[in-house]
């Protein structure tokens, strides 16, 4: 059979790398990093080779799995769709939209469904327990941002292309390839920056393998780099090294005052005394990145899910304004993505805590309430308490904390409802699956990355593969769902919540121009312009012709549209990132607000170093690593990716020596929420007094049908990770757990 090519973007993490797939009729054959892709070129890993053995994994769902007596069997769309409408309604009018609940995972930023039909549901379920894997993540971030710049998708993103000094607080890009920062072929960067003579610093409590290639690694004591970060602006302020050069005139001057205030007490040898960075070191930093020309300054999971990680990120961003390399060439600056219009965004600020969780009273932040609380807001009774749940793409009962209470609390609901491709931890709890099709039958535009890439990129693959008869879009299953929760039923047409999508954006839009009349064109008129297949891909061309690159409807010829875009497979390049600063401001009064009155009382109650748990029981501290061939809980069950178990508490040999422990010996790790076992593994890469476990692994609980990962479980660490939360954005602290370890 003849060869044929296709050409992709990986959807499986953030740095987007292009494939090429080679296929004979509909069976691939092997998939290679796209050479000709601009931005990756070449560049791939094993888990976008993998991609091939996902689509053909004997246990990924094809059909919808109904749960009866205990045990799942096939069903059809009809059947399961009608069973969720009948469960989802029948509680409702019990108990309120309140007892439906929503969780989504990670995967679902990496869709067009994800991207465009998750809003029309949200707004359909009109529930109070909406919640997602950003608040084990990355909300620390947006809403430091949203603060700051007045919208938390306005994220700024290091350029490391153009910098001089990178420098990496709590990030393993070597490993992950990038986080809120689309930089595929991480490594290549680092060395194409220390070939220009430039230097990455890496501040970590492991060496990491992004340490390794660091031209400096210091070590840092889990969770309080919020310390180490006031230190650095404490330097900058003392030594008279503050030059807000271009971004002067947008920032208020007694911001600059208050921050000098707050961190007056932060000397560096303040700071050693709880982060153990020697003081000089953290004097050299901060000279260092006021002196670089071009300097940004980075930080992602070690920063976010800590103790004080809103304020981490905030001060993150104060560092990088503080020393004028915000929104300038070489330092971090706006993504500028083809499908957000200049000025779409409304300059209105960034609230928080419009309501609050029923049971802890926690503020919802972007619309979210903590996952870490979803446990307690399904035992709790009362009105509104928790009856069902949606999860769509996400595994909550491994990545969220205290795995084993929420995984009881599941077990009780009256109904649960899964979009998903396995039965695994989660999933196993549903009473209805509703599998996708394929990954590879899906169309691919990075709504949500192509904001966050190091230089401005847009790219549009179409499926590579049919979908088989009776399998169904992830936007058509969402769409279905949508139907459901707003009362049209399960029978109604997927494609209408489509046409809905586009109708409104094409209303916003004329009402913009002021009229149909004074627009001189209809929604209808514009609306039959456009090209692709009904559903993301037609909404995709609407967004793109009226972005910052767009045809305008024909007004600027050379502008993009969908087809144009998708004549270049490869995709296409937009250029490096610009300075458009007054631009991407969404602040009502158009101004930075570098010291957001939402942070000043916790800036003012940091004096307590963080720690959590019991600290006079559990004397070693617990952070979390990521490794190459995982990619969090879901893709173990290929063999490929699966040969090693790298579920190993990582042990610094002084600690190993002082608990009795060798390598391979099976350890007991103890916090206040629980103790697993797990084996040692004694390396220097780890700081004395951490100890360090993987998440996304334990795929031994009963029912769990992923036959290659059940043989290689490994343990669920977060069964160790108490429910805390970083109110201020309603996020779970996963690193820097006090633990107890023994030899078992
Ligand atoms: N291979 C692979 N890639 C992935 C994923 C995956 O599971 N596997 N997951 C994807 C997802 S969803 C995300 S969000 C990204 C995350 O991307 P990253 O944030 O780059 O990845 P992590 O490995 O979580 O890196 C966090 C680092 O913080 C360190 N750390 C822990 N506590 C602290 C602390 O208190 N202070 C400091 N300074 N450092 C600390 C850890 O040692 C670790 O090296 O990765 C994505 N990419
Ligand atoms: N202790 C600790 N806990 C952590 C972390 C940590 O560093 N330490 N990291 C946190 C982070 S950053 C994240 S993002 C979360 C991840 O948390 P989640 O997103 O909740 O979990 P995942 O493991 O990513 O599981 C994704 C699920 O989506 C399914 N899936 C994959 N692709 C698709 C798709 O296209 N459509 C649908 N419908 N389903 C799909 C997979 O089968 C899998 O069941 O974990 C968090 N938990
Ligand atoms: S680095 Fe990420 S995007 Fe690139 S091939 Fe690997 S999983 Fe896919
Ligand atoms: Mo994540």
């Known amino acids: 059979m003849t060869q044929t090519r296709a050409y992709r973007v990986c959807p499986l993490c953030e740095a987007g790398c292009g494939l090429e797939i080679t296929l004979s009729g509909d069976r691939v054959e092997k998939i290679r990093g796209d050479q000709q892709h601009p931005m990756s070129q070449g560049f791939c890993c094993p888990k976008g080779i993998a991609l091939k053995d996902l689509h053909t994994d004997p246990d990924r769902l094809r059909t919808p799995m109904i749960k009866e007596n205990g045990s799942f069997r096939e069903a059809g769309w009809d059947e399961a769709l009608r069973l969720v409408e009948s469960n989802l309604a029948r509680i409702r009018e019990e108990s309120g939209n309140d007892a439906l609940a929503l969780y989504l995972g990670n995967p679902n930023t990496h869709t067009m469904a994800g991207g465009l039909f998750i809003r029309p549901l949200v707004k359909a379920l009109r529930t109070k327990n909406f919640y997602s894997a950003s608040t084990v993540d990355q909300m620390p971030k947006m809403a430091a941002c949203g603060w700051i710049y007045g919208n938390p998708g306005r994220i700024p993103v290091p350029d490391v292309d153009r910098t001089d000094l990178f420098v990496v607080f709590g990030a393993n890009p070597f490993v992950s390839n990038g986080s809120l920062m689309t930089a595929p072929d991480f490594p290549g960067r680092v060395r194409a920056l220390q070939a220009r003579g430039g230097q990455m610093i890496v501040i970590d409590p492991a060496e990491t393998r992004t340490a390794q290639a660091a031209d400096r690694h210091l070590f840092i004591r889990p969770g309080t780099d919020v310390y180490m970060l006031c230190a650095i602006i404490h330097v900058l302020f003392a030594q008279e090294l503050v030059s807000t050069r271009h971004l002067a005139d947008l920032i208020d001057p007694g911001d600059i005052a208050d921050l000098k205030d707050a961190v007056s007490e932060w000397t560096p040898a303040a700071a050693e005394s709880v982060c153990r960075v020697p003081a000089d070191e953290i004097t050299r930093l901060a000279r260092q990145i006021a002196e670089a020309d071009k300097c940004a300054v980075y930080g992602r999971m070690g920063t976010s899910t800590v103790r004080h990680g809103t304020l981490c990120s905030w001060l993150i961003e104060a560092v990088n304004i503080l020393t004028g390399n915000l929104d300038r060439q070489g330092g971090t600056g706006f993504a500028r993505p083809a499908h957000v219009p200049d000025g779409s965004i409304p300059k ?160 916003n839009l004329i009402r913009a121009m002021g009229g149909p009349e004074k627009a001189g064109v209809t929604r209808d008129d514009l609306i039959g312009m456009l090209s692709g297949r009904r559903g993301p891909e037609r909404i995709l061309d609407f ?152 998440h996304g692994w334990g795929h031994d609980m009963e029912g769990v049908q992923m036959r290659v990962a059940s043989q290689n479980p490994g343990v669920n660490t977060n069964r160790l990770t108490p429910g805390e939360v970083d109110w201020l954005s309603a996020t779970a602290v996963l690193n820097g757990i006090a633990v107890a370890v023994a030899k078992s």
């Open 348 to 507: 209105k600020g960034f609230a928080t805590g419009r309501w609050h969780s029923r049971v802890s009273g926690a503020a919802e932040v972007a619309g979210e309430l903590p996952a870490a609380l979803m446990a307690e807001e399904m035992e709790t009774p009362g009105d509104g308490q928790i009856r069902s749940l949606i999860t769509i793409a996400g595994n909550p009962v491994v990545a969220v904390p205290e795995s084993q209470r929420l995984d009881a609390a599941l077990a009780k609901l009256d109904f649960m409802v899964c979009v998903d491709y396995y039965i695994n931890e989660t999933t196993r709890r549903a009473d209805v699956i509703l599998p996708p099709a394929s990954l590879l039958c899906h169309g691919h535009y990075d709504f949500f990355f192509h904001g966050l890439s190091v230089r401005n990129f847009a790219a549009y693959s179409p499926p590579v593969l049919e979908k088989a008869p009776g399998e169904k879009d992830k936007w058509e299953i969402l769409a279905h769902l949508t139907h459901i929760a707003s009362g049209r039923g399960a029978a109604a047409d997927p494609g209408q919540v489509a046409d809905q999508i586009l109708g409104g954006l094409a209303e």
């Open 543 to 694: 967004l793109l012709r009226i972005g910052p690159y767009g045809d305008n409807f024909g007004l600027k010829p050379d502008g993009i549209n969908f087809d144009r875009l998708s004549a270049s497979p490869h995709g296409m390049d937009l250029g490096p990132l610009s300075s458009w600063i007054e631009k991407a401001l969404a602040t009502p009064d158009g101004k930075i607000h570098l010291f957001p009155q939402q942070l000043r009382s916790a800036m003012a109650q940091i004096k307590t170093p963080a720690r959590t748990g019991r600290p006079e029981k559990r004397t070693l501290e617990l952070i979390g690593r990521r490794h190459l061939r995982t990619n969090n809980s879901w893709m173990h069950n290929i063999p490929a990716l699966s040969k090693n178990n790298p579920c190993t508490l990582q042990v610094h040999p002084d600690d190993a020596g002082a608990l009795g422990l060798e390598n391979g010996d099976f350890a007991e790790i103890t916090s206040d929420a629980a103790g697993i076992c797990a084996p040692v593994e004694i390396t220097e890469q780890i700081m004395p007094g951490v100890v360090s476990l993987p």
